[in-house]
């Protein structure tokens, strides 16, 4: 396997663009297990093993227990997880395959049981930019295996 292009370094007005949205998520005052936890299920199923990678190292650095890590792609029968986490999860899956379904009303209205109006769309736009991260990655054939986590300030 090899990296096609490194797209980091050929277009830095994308990335920093991208980075902008990716630092947007410390503004919403969301826990990081909980977006960890969006990112993994996001990332799963687009099939991103550079980001699969990447967010579970993350994950278990701030804690988060391998059992929740390896459950989630079955969480709807899984104990591990809360309602507010099952929401967003049941979001994520839904914001990520919007073409199958889009996100029905039944859904929004479990979400906002947990998620005020502007809560809603910050967890929206973190899913939209791991997606979009997604698709930078598994287009540039980027690599697995070589990240570790920074210890976040």
Sequence with gaps: MEQRINYMQTNREVFRLMRQLEDYKKTTGFDSKLIELVKIRASQINGCAFCLDMHTKDARA???????????PAWRES????????????????VTTISANGVPDDLYQRVRQHFDEKQYIDLVTIIITINGWNRLAISANSI???YQPVAEK
């Design 62 to 72: 701030i804690g988060e227990t391998e059992q929740r890590i390896y459950c989630l």
């Design 144 to 146: 697995p295996g070589l």
């Design 79 to 94: 104990p591990f997880y809360s309602e507010e986490e099952r929401a967003a999860i049941e979001l994520t899956e839904a």
